[in-house]
């Protein structure tokens, strides 16, 4: 019945790992051709790999997992995919009913503990429901703003035979979220828009989740008015950022101007991005002098942390296409000279050059390594997923993406160790493609073992290990906030990269020197098998701009600013005000 | 001295917190006082009162009352993530609304002899409380009234030997031929 429901919603993947309380689902995998299950190495990689795959097609991600210690080691990846608002529905082996509180071997309150990390979640006590659960759980889960949804199948239940309910398009009897946008909001939000003297367009992962239409009106919007656009970790790709309008990403690690623009804005655009503490900074000096409209699914994202002129709840793809007829009907015009103007300000800000840095010959700098990657990717069909850490910000800076769907990165709850089984996904997604892991060599060892997952399925996944030998951004903030005192920030005895991609069957490639980089990634690119790339960064290389901690838009540090003189003194110069 | 150094930012501001009721109408199924009680534990919401029964048996549909403080902008939140729970059909806020029909319904017990007891058995008829147990040594009153006349109550029971006191929690209904 689960496969059946599975069929009819129309899943091709599946990751999971096989355990007791699952074992009735996967004696039906068994007798199946049609649902390629993969078989990851941990609970955990299984859920980031669903994300991935989810990620990268728009599709629900699915994952099958054994009841207790399953269970259990899939809360991270579900915690993950809530923060992010990713589709994915996650099957749970339970005891059998009549176990259920007793403190059955791998028993655990699963949907008590998964509660706080999914968007909904259902233990199935009856057969006769547990078709309709599931296609609800698909609902939800890919309705409104997506989120992952667990269904609990007790083993009994998996081994009943009841009746099946076909999927129906009835309407659920209590969810029901917004799609279109309030007319008179969006006719107010579009003459505010025209009048507009410093305008700009911040947007967020909600454009990627609403689909590529969202990205193509996106375009088109702001393409017809000519603003600024800058966009959060999540939203890249959505706006291209090939584009001369494209001010970069903004927030604790964004661009100069884009934060700059955002403070110094009279209207702020804020489409499909919830004013996260990374973005905002100091909320008191967050653009004091905007009025702000506010697109966004979720009435709970608007006016949470930051106040909003006018608000507008509905699905960012609708409300773009309403926008546009709006702005079409009334026939508005942009004030053609105020822009010229701000543009000029932003050009001042854009001089700034604020990710440069400084070039070595002895040593790889992380942005060299990421520059040169790009350089030599550009060209193909590639998907990158990171790790966290300060490897994810600087290719956020240095990578640049001009369609949705193709990065993939923990945003939300930031976890460690997302990116090779999301990697892992995405690949299993598009097996043509060329799937690359931007790794830091300490998340990347969090979840190694899905090399082995890799390995087995033929998948050529590529993880580019920028190798400081620290955790790099603890090692950044325990150098700015806490005296250079770098407290267990320092792996050592780290394993040898290479030997260790060969142990898993796949093809190490170490790269120590800028001459010799180019030559490696080409090689990387060309190795038909999954590759670890050990490239041997720069120890001490810290990731600028930044807004400290607590620090509004305008007040950010810069590389060249601070690279003359100790780091530690120029915060606490200023008085640690700013964390 | 200066700060600690940290990743978020430290200060709080201080706002003026407001008390509001709200009513919930949920689909009566396991674990749906969980959600409920889980999101105001989760995300550092009070909860000055509490009251849950099924309401309409045909429809399985329970109806919460919660009384909660917070800023207006922490009310507002509390509404948009109850709204968002998907066995949740209909969330709203009495206050708003104004002139809210609010009752709660508390038994207080009272022992006592002599004067003290005919003087709580005084009190509770001009407080129109009933006794519904009663012993040469105690009382059992039922009060049924508006939060602020139940405290009044029970604030004049104190002297008189106050045992202890059980109360509902607040039931709350708009005004009017409306439903929900």
Redesign the interface.
């Known amino acids: 019945m689960v496969l059946q429901a599975l069929a009819d919603q129309g899943v091709d993947h599946i990751f999971g790992y096989p355990g007791g309380a699952v074992l009735p689902i996967y004696d039906e995998l068994f007798q199946q051709d049609w649902l390629k299950h993969i078989l990851v190495r941990h609970e955990q990689g299984a859920v980031h790999a669903a994300e991935g795959y989810a990620r990268s097609t728009g599709k629900v991600g699915v994952v099958l997992v054994t009841s207790g210690p399953g269970a259990t080691n899939a809360v991270t990846g579900l915690t993950d995919a809530l923060m992010d608002s990713i589709p994915l529905v996650c099957i749970t082996g339970q005891v059998p009913t009549h176990l259920i509180g007793n403190d059955a071997f791998q028993e655990c309150d699963t ?2 503990i998964t ?2 990390c999914t ?2 979640n259902y ?1 199935v006590r009856d057969v006769n429901d547990l078709a309709k659960v599931l296609h609800e759980a698909f609902y ?1 889960a890919r309705s ?2 997506p989120g992952p949804v667990v269904v609990d199948i007790p083993k009994d239940v998996q081994f009943a035979t009841g009746i099946y309910t076909e999927v129906s398009n009835s309407q ?4 029901r979220p917004a799609t279109v946008g309030d007319e008179d909001a969006i006719a107010e939000a579009v003459e505010l828009m025209a009048n507009a003297k410093r305008p700009i367009f911040y947007t967020g992962g909600g454009i990627i989740n609403a689909g590529p239409v969202a990205s193509e009106r996106l375009r088109e919007l702001v393409r017809m008015t000519g603003y600024p656009i800058t966009s959060t970790l999540m939203g890249l790709g959505a706006y291209p950022a090939s584009d001369k309008q494209w001010l970069g990403m903004l927030g604790m690690h964004g661009t100069f101007e884009a934060n700059n623009a955002m403070h110094d804005c009279d209207v702020m655009i804020c489409i499909g991005a919830r004013f996260d ?1 990374r973005i905002t ?4 000096g967050f653009s004091p002098g905007s009025k702000k409209i506010h697109v966004d699914i ?3 994202s ?3 942390t930051v ?1 909003v002129d006018i608000p507008i709840v509905g699905d960012c793809a609708y409300v773009l296409e309403q926008m546009l007829g709006a702005w079409k009907a009334k026939n508005l015009k942009v004030d053609e000279v105020a822009l010229k103007t701000w543009w000029g300000e932003i050009d001042h800000w854009r001089a700034r050059k604020c990710l440069s840095y400084k070039m070595r010959d002895d040593v790889i700098m992380p942005q060299y390594a990421l520059e040169r990657l790009f350089a030599l990717t550009r060209d193909k069909d590639v998907y990158i997923t990171t790790e966290v850490g300060q490897h994810q910000m600087w290719a956020a800076q240095f990578l640049h993406f001009d369609e949705p769907n193709r990065w993939m990165t923990s945003g939300g709850l930031g976890t460690m160790g997302y990116g090779i089984p999301a990697a892992v996904g995405v690949q299993v997604a598009h097996p043509d493609s060329l799937v690359i892991d931007v790794a830091g060599e300490a998340s990347v060892l969090m979840t190694m073992q899905e090399m082995s997952t890799a390995a087995q399925y033929d998948l050529p996944i590529k993880i580019f290990i920028l190798n400081n030998q620290y955790m790099g951004m603890v090692r950044q ?1 325990q150098e ?3 005296g250079s005192r770098y407290s267990h920030s320092y792996s050592e005895a780290l394993p040898d990269f290479v030997k260790l991609a060969e142990a898993y069957q796949g093809v190490g490639i170490r790269a120590e020197k800028p001459s010799e980089l180019d030559d490696k990634i080409l090689e990387m690119i060309a190795t038909p098998k999954p590759v670890i790339f050990d490239c041997r960064v720069d120890e001490n290389a810290n990731c600028f701009p930044m807004i400290p ?2 620090e509004a838009h305008n007040n950010m540090l810069l590389g060249d600013d601070v690279a003359e003189e100790d780091i530690g003194n120029v915060i ?1 110069e200023t ?3 700013m ?1 | 001295m200066s700060k600690p150094g940290s990743a978020y930012p430290l200060e709080k501001t201080e706002q003026k917190t407001e008390t509001h009721t709200m009513s919930v109408l949920v689909d009566n199924e396991p674990g749906v006082l969980a959600r409920v009680i889980g999101l105001f534990a989760g995300r550092g919401y009070n909860i000055e009162s509490l009251t849950v029964s099924e309401t309409e048996h045909e429809a399985h549909l329970s109806r919460i009352t919660i009384v909660t403080t917070g800023t207006p902008m922490v009310i507002e939140q509390i509404k948009s993530q109850l709204d968002r729970l998907v066995p949740i059909h209909t969330v709203i806020d009495l206050t708003v609304l104004g002139q809210s029909l609010e009752r709660e319904l508390a038994m207080v017990k009272v022992a006592g002899k002599g004067e003290k007891r005919a003087e709580a058995a005084r009190l509770a008829e001009s407080f129109s409380a009933v006794v519904i147990d009663d012993s040469p040594e105690h009382f059992v009153f039922e009060i049924t009234g508006e939060q602020s006349r139940i405290e009044e109550f029970v604030v004049a029971m104190q002297p008189l030997g106050l045992v202890e006191v059980c109360r509902t929690g607040l039931a709350a209904l708009a005004r009017g031929p409306e439903r929900m």
């Open positions: 949907v008590g509660r706080p968007k909904h233990l939800v409104g703003r659920h009897k209590s969810y503490d900074g100091r909320l008191d979720d009435r709970s608007i006016n949470k106040h903030w700015l906030l806490h901690s607590g606490s008085g640690k005000v964390v």
